[in-house]
């Protein structure tokens, strides 16, 4: 099968593909499992039944392949989000897919399969922490991933942002039990000694209590780490100071937007009435390189406050900015309000030329919804004209990230940053050029108007 990855193209970010190491865990052993990772491994697909994640980008790559696989004769299960938020598409192309967290009905769809009765569709259920098994890495070989030490301690989050759909997929928010996850910490220390962890949880610190408790644990075994977290713990003194005495290097923050209008509009009122400027300093001195994400498109976004966002946004002394348009994901809150209202252009995730990247690239500039104040084009040229000015390699900020690092004594993460900031940086003028150059359809950024085809 004709492999259309071009590494070139690849994520400034690479990790294990944790949810398939989880499965793996769940699987009886006759059966014999292989991992095949399009980030690192050529794709070979040699096997009798195959099993897929879902995530809403790469649905239309992944029907691809199954497809393929299945006139060949082989099995194709699917799971994963998409797979839970659109079950009757996703099986229009598998022998069965498994809807929601997999690890508790999983041997059943495995016994199914080796007896030969295989159902079109399983449902899982948020599975019960006190059933959480740790994770063997050993699955994921000498593979060798940008971040390698991957794990997480909780599930799903206590907010309900309407953009996002991981609060809606996951189902309640849920602790891992310490002794699991210093199991897992233990094996990756062993496994990956000189690298961080990074915790890919939706709201690592989400509730206060067992947050100190991980980041004791972390204090303990002496391991730094990176984390996401929301804008009110980022904003709170005393939880940055413990994580960094606890060893965090490093935190991608949820601002979506500096406004509270926008915030408050996507129900994402942790954010509101929060100083972004003041705690991100705050983390730099505590040894944190800050990653801030952010939203272009939100409802009270315009023309005329780009210029004052832009400045405000300057004055953050953060390692690097992550600016995003919207996009509207099938099974959250907002995509369904934006449907009803007729604001929705196109099934993006249908479209058959995903590029497999979570970086400032073609796929991730294009636009499937009306925007009140922004045409597609000129959302195009905001988020990479601001993308490119705030990742500007300047001297001051060079430094403010080296001398972060040096607070930690961790040279090299602070380099790593600097290098994505640069990436951000570049990519997007490469872009802006050849906007400039020719049209935006020519960098794959197409305005597209279509009308919606469900
Ligand atoms: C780690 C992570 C990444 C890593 C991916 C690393 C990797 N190699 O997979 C990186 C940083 C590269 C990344 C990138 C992106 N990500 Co991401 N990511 C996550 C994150 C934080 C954790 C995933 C995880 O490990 N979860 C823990 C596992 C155990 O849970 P799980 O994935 O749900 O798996 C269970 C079930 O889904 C099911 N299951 C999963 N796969 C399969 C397969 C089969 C066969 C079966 C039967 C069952 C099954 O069983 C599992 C066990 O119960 C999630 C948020 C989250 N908390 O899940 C977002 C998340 C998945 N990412 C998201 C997004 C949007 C992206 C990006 C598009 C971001 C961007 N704008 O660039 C890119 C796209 C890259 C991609 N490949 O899809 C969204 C996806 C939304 C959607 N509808 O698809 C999420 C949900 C975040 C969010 N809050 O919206 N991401
Ligand atoms: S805080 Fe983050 S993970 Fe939680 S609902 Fe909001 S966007 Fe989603």
Not at 302 to 328: C, G, H, V
Request: hydrophobic share 40%.
């Amino acid at each position: 099968m004709e492999n259309r990855f071009n590494l070139e193209t690849m994520s400034s970010i690479s990790q294990p593909p944790v949810p398939l190491g989880v499965l793996a865990a769940a699987t009886p052993r006759e059966i014999e499992t292989a991992l095949l990772d399009e980030q690192t491994d050529e794709m070979r697909f040699d096997g009798d039944v195959f099993g897929f994640t879902v995530t809403t980008h790469f649905a239309s790559r992944v029907y691809g392949f199954a497809d393929e696989l299945r006139a060949a004769g082989k099995k194709v299960i699917l799971g994963g989000i998409h797979v839970t938020v659109r079950p009757d598409e996703a099986m229009r192309h598998a022998d069965a897919i498994v809807t929601g967290e997999a690890e508790e009905v999983w041997p059943t769809v495995c016994a199914d399969l080796l007896a030969g009765r295989l159902r079109p569709r399983y449902d899982g259920h948020p599975t019960p922490p006190s059933r959480t098994k740790p994770l063997d890495y050993s699955f994921f070989g000498n593979r060798r991933y940008l971040q390698p030490a991957c794990l997480f301690a909780t599930r799903g989050c206590n907010f309900r942002c309407s953009f996002c759909v991981s609060s809606r997929f996951h189902g309640p928010f849920r602790l891992k039990p310490l002794d699991v996850l210093e199991r897992e910490i233990d094996q990756l220390s062993e496994l990956h000694p000189d690298s961080f962890l990074q915790f890919t949880d939706d709201n690592l610190l989400g509730n206060r209590e067992y947050g100190t408790e991980v980041l004791a644990l972390l204090r303990r075994k002496r391991r730094r780490f990176a984390a996401m977290v929301t804008l009110d713990q980022f904003c709170d003194r005393d939880l940055v100071r413990e994580a960094g005495e606890s060893g965090c290097i490093g935190v991608a923050v949820g601002v979506e937007s500096i406004d509270d209008d926008n915030c408050a509009s996507v129900s994402k009122y942790q954010n509101v009435g929060r100083s972004v400027a003041d705690a991100a300093r705050w983390a730099g001195e505590c040894g944190m390189q800050v990653a801030l994400l952010l939203i272009l498109g939100l409802p009270h976004d315009t023309p005329s406050r780009t210029a004052r966002t832009l400045s405000a946004l300057r004055e953050i002394p953060a390692a690097m900015f992550d600016l995003r348009i919207l996009r509207l994901f099938p099974g959250s809150d907002m995509f369904d309000t934006m449907l009803a209202r007729g604001d929705v252009t196109d099934c993006w995730w249908l479209r058959d030329d995903p590029l497999p990247t979570n970086h400032v690239l073609p796929n991730h500039l294009r636009v499937y919804f009306r925007h009140p104040h922004f045409s597609a084009t000129e959302l195009q040229r905001t988020a990479l004209e601001m993308t490119r000015d705030l990742n500007r390699m300047d001297p001051e900020s060079v430094a403010r990230a080296l001398e972060v690092g040096r607070r930690r004594g961790d040279a090299a993460f602070a380099m790593t940053a600097l290098a994505v900031r640069a990436r951000f940086g570049s990519d997007a003028s490469d872009l802006l050029e050849r906007m400039d150059a020719t049209t935006s359809a020519a960098v794959g950024c197409d305005e597209r108007d279509s009308l919606l085809r469900l």
